[in-house]
């Protein structure tokens, strides 16, 4: 029933004019994930033969995979009517009158202008990003970058690279979600920067959200060539709306030799949504790989970059914070695959909880028998905000080469009385001198991401502190 | 005589259960240095936190009046904006905001207004430098990893930097070595030499009084101010002890 009523505010919505003649699109009354509804999809996207196949094996194994049990309970997730979710042009559809209040406020706090927030929510097209991208795309072409959307890049001079990378390092027999997310996937960007080509800039993906339907199963392929550097942010703090609730991205991240790649990522989806994201980097020898990641919203979150360090000396650096509000439940963490002799990974996870919100860091660090000389140090630290919240930490640790340093250290605590006080007693009122506390335990995740996000998250967190008083 | 600053009257402090004070009577005009003494235990930091209102210590009787407004049940943050200000005996670590973005911060709130940058950070550098504190723990993250003098100091310069009406130094000169207390008495005596600002200082020692002249000297003694007297009584205490006003 509840799908339904999403179908009925869409019928409502300003562009239904537009859209009459797409009705057939909706697949509204059909129930499960079938051949036929993949093949249309596939269609629509004018996809290559190879991957019309490969939506249809995938298919195959989703439907033969089992839901995942060891995390948080994602049961409020409808597996039957789950081609509501795959149902094109979802994150366009929405009507600014229907995005819940809470996000607009959050938009209106965050000082977002209005066009953005309409794009952000879901709603109508945002001409300035599209230019903003449109020429980034410019000026990194000149360095011999591609940066272009997935689909159009299946049909240009790279369709073969994308045939030798699409979802290799995250094959759909990963897991359930992976498999859907092969079968269904839809937009998201495509990155190839060339040897020996350092970009300059920070890549954005913010700059394409309102791409038809991104932001629900997009597919993120970044290939870093020998020698070369590249920073690439997904995402953006301002919560992005979706009608439909499943979030299942993939991205993929290939880091050939002495390269570098830097991912940062702030997710903050609105508080309906299961986010079943998953992230992947392969990097080869003497490179460097780098995670910046804040979790914000959804109301479940399964999310565990992975790094495997295949080369010998590379490295990788995790710096993550997750922020578990009411009825949130985040299971955040990360896996690293030490295969190279010498390679190094240092993890730096944060998590709060506050109103009952639950924050989990889960972690697997498996050094190979060939590592010989790999040293990984893991730091968890957790702050919980009142007695109801929770904050659990689930450390795995695989070592099967007899040389190799492997360190784990987890804290909890919470805000001190004695450190309000102090804040306090030089004129910050209670609400500032808490939010402020939160904002420094997170400040080692924000002075990694450039200056605009930095100042969105710790707007974000201000936000999130409002009200967590008394 | 003008209208005291602060007017304590009849206070009493619970921690927890207990009471430590019990009906403390306090004025401090503008303009007046006064010393509060008295051995381990007393009272003296709680008769501080009191004044500041930290909720650990409960007004249970009583009234505190600043600046002719009842605080007696204001929030700290109030009391910080009617102008007090307290020096704290072991400054929080703070993780992740800079001294001087958490000064800048404060002023911000205190004064209700914007502060101008390019001036507020060439009159921090001056506070640091008067302190002889490196300026490279302006950008530190505040108090975190700071000695116990760097601590001490840090308190101190917020002082100058936000320059209150008045101020409780909780044994500022507590483990600090010779120089670090000259330099922080220089500090408190540059506050002072300010018109109409006052200071009650709790202290152990006279070092950190030398630069300062002191109106009044109180004895605080199992939560009750057993005497009153002028700077003398500092160098009598020092001589013979609290044994003469212990029972």
């Known amino acids: 029933m509840k799908e339904k009523t999403q179908v009925e505010d869409i019928n409502r919505s300003l562009y239904d004019f537009k859209d009459i003649e797409d009705d057939a699109h909706f697949y509204k009354f059909q129930e499960g994930l079938t051949p036929d509804i993949v093949l249309q999809l596939s269609k629509e996207k ?59 406020n959050t938009f209106e706090r965050l000082g977002i202008p209005q066009a953005e927030r309409e794009s952000l929510a879901g709603v109508g097209a945002q001409y300035d990003s599209e230019l903003v991208y449109h020429n980034v795309r410019e000026e990194v072409a000149a360095m011999g970058v591609v940066y272009t959307d997935l689909e159009s890049a299946l049909h240009g001079p790279y369709a073969e690279m994308i045939h030798e990378h699409f979802m290799k390092l995250v094959p759909p027999t990963d897991h359930k979600f992976a498999a859907l997310h092969g079968a269904v996937w839809s937009g998201g960007s495509f990155v190839y920067v060339p040897p020996k080509v350092t970009v300059e800039i920070p890549l954005q993906s913010y700059f394409r959200l309102n791409a038809p339907g991104a932001g629900q199963f997009e597919h993120t392929l970044i290939i870093v060539d020998d020698e070369a550097d590249l920073h690439f942010i997904e995402g953006c703090s301002a919560p992005k709306y979706n009608v439909a609730n499943l979030h299942a991205g993939c991205v993929e991240l290939f880091v050939g030799k002495k390269a570098r790649l830097r991912y940062s990522t702030i997710e903050n989806w609105s508080k309906n949504m299961y986010n079943l994201n998953t992230k992947r980097a392969l990097v080869g020898e003497g490179s460097k790989m780098e995670w910046v990641s804040g979790s914000f919203g959804s109301h479940v979150s399964y999310l565990y970059p992975m790094t495997i360090l295949q080369g010998d000396h590379s490295h990788m ?74 904050s659990d930490t689930i450390p795995a640790i695989d070592v099967r080469c007899a040389d190799a340093d492997v360190g784990h250290e987890a804290k909890i605590g919470r805000i001190s009385d004695d450190a309000v006080f102090y804040l306090m007693s030089r004129g910050l009122s209670e609400e500032n001198a808490r939010a402020l506390i939160v904002s420094g335990f997170a400040n080692n995740v924000s002075k990694e991401l450039p200056l605009e996000y930095a100042v969105e998250m710790n707007n974000l967190i201000r936000l999130e502190m409002v009200g967590s008083i008394g | 005589m003008s209208q005291a600053l602060l007017q304590v009257r009849n206070l009493h402090v619970n921690v927890g259960d207990i009471e430590i004070l019990h009906g403390i009577d306090l004025d401090i005009h503008p303009g007046e240095v006064h010393v509060l003494m008295g051995p381990n235990g007393a009272g003296k930091s709680t008769l501080g936190h009191a004044i500041m209102g930290n909720p650990a210590y409960k007004i249970t009787k009583g009234s505190i009046v600043f600046n002719g407004a009842d605080i007696t049940d204001e929030s700290t943050d109030k009391r910080a904006k009617a102008g007090l200000f307290l020096s704290f005996q072991n400054p929080i670590e703070v993780p992740g905001i800079s001294l001087s973005n958490f000064i800048r911060n404060a002023q911000e709130e ?92 709790i202290t152990h020692s006279t070092r950190i009084l030398e630069a300062l002249k002191v109106n009044y000297t109180h004895v605080l003694v199992d939560g009750k101010l057993i005497t009153t007297g002028d700077a003398s009584l500092i160098d009598d205490i020092n001589e013979n002890g609290f044994e003469k006003y212990l029972n």
């Open chain 1, 46 to 104: 004018n996809d290559p033969d190879w991957m019309r196949e490969f939506r249809l094996k995938s298919l195959e194994i989703y439907n033969r995979l089992e839901v995942p049990d060891w995390g948080p309970s994602i049961e409020g997730l409808n597996m039957d009517e789950i081609v509501t979710y795959v149902r094109p042009k979802t994150g366009m559809s929405a009507k600014w009158a229907d995005v819940p209040e809470d996000i607009k």
């Open chain 2, 110 to 201: 205190l004064s209700g207004e914007r502060v101008r940058l390019f001036r507020f950070r060439k009159q921090l550098e001056n506070n640091i430098d008067s302190l002889q504190m490196d300026k490279s723990y302006l950008d530190r993250d505040l108090n975190v990893g700071f000695s116990g003098g760097e601590k001490k100091k840090s308190e101190i310069l917020q002082l100058l930097t936000l320059n209150p009406l008045m101020a409780i130094l909780d044994e500022t000169d507590s483990g600090l070595d010779v120089d670090a207390v000259r330099t922080v008495s220089e500090g408190v005596q540059t506050y002072m030499k300010q018109q109409d600002r006052a200071l009650l200082i």
């Open chain 1, 317 to 390: 650096e995790y710096t993550g914070i997750t922020f578990a509000g009411a009825s949130q439940n985040l299971d955040t963490g990360m896996k690293v695959i030490h295969n190279g002799a010498d390679t190094s990974s240092v993890i730096n996870a944060k998590s709060i909880s506050k109103s009952g919100g639950i924050s989990t860091y889960r972690s697997s660090v498996v050094i190979g028998p060939k590592a010989f000389g790999a040293k990984s140090a893991a730091n968890c630290e957790s702050l919980m905000l009142d007695d109801e919240s929770r």
